[in-house]
């Protein structure tokens, strides 16, 4: 919710900034347009983050079954190596 929030608010006060989106004291303003961008930035990252880590808890959850009492990677034979 938090990345959601820095971007759209990044878009925003990017798209002041540049003078795209008029009528504000912003307008214009170039400390608003690297506000923005940094923001979007922040933003874009927090949110490629979060996919990130739900994808790792997900793919987790699924291997963590095959590794129980009777599962492989255990301290039985080697195989024959």
């Not at 798209?15 to 922040?42: D, H, N, T």
Request: no cysteine; proline share 1%; hydrophobic share 45%.
């Amino acid at each position: 919710m938090i990345a959601v929030i820095a971007i759209l608010l990044g878009v925003l006060w990017t798209l002041q900034g540049s003078e795209v989106l008029g009528g504000s004291a912003m307008s214009g303003e170039r400390s608003w347009l690297i506000a923005g961008v940094v923001s979007l930035v922040v933003g874009l990252g927090l949110l490629a983050w979060t996919a990130a880590a739900a994808r790792g808890r997900s793919a987790s959850d699924t291997d963590d079954d095959s590794y129980g009492p009777t599962g492989t990677g255990g301290s039985g034979s080697s195989g024959g190596l």
